[in-house]
């Protein structure tokens, strides 16, 4: 089994920023391949924001917001982040971290592609 638990939500203007962490834990951490942070806004769909692939590799992020928000991970601490720069009304969502099972070399924000979620946090950007 495996955890993931996200934390560094909150309330900033539009233009601001925040950076989002997302804890893994459990025994299938050692497996998991890839990390991705979704979203998913009220009256909307979940999308992909951005994945990793934790064993080095090239990182996947949405067009929506590539240029703004920046994935990132920190080995030892089995976190991974999302710095979301330049944020915009538009991001206003729930942000979920996902993990794989070790299936995939490829990581994408194809929600297919992952086994364990968090619980989310809440982003709120107001202009």
């Known amino acids: 089994q495996m955890q993931l638990a996200e934390s560094g939500g909150g309330s900033v203007q539009a233009g601001g920023s925040l950076r989002l962490s997302c804890v893994a834990s459990g025994y299938s951490t050692q497996y998991s391949n890839c990390i991705g942070w979704f979203r998913q806004a009220p009256g909307k769909e979940r999308e992909g924001v951005a994945a990793?692939?934790?064993?080095?590799?090239?990182?996947w992020i949405a067009t929506s917001v590539k240029g703004r928000f920046t994935i990132s991970q920190d080995t030892a601490k089995n976190t991974v982040y999302l710095q979301m720069d330049s944020l915009k009304v538009e991001d206003t969502a729930r942000y979920y971290c996902?993990?794989?099972?070790?299936?995939?070399?490829?990581?994408?924000?194809?929600?297919?592609?992952?086994?364990?979620w968090g619980q989310g946090t809440q982003v709120t950007v107001s202009s």
């Open positions: 990793i692939y934790v064993r080095g590799g090239p990182r």
């Open positions: 996902a993990a794989d099972r070790g299936l995939w070399t490829r990581c994408s924000g194809l929600e297919f592609q992952y086994h364990y």
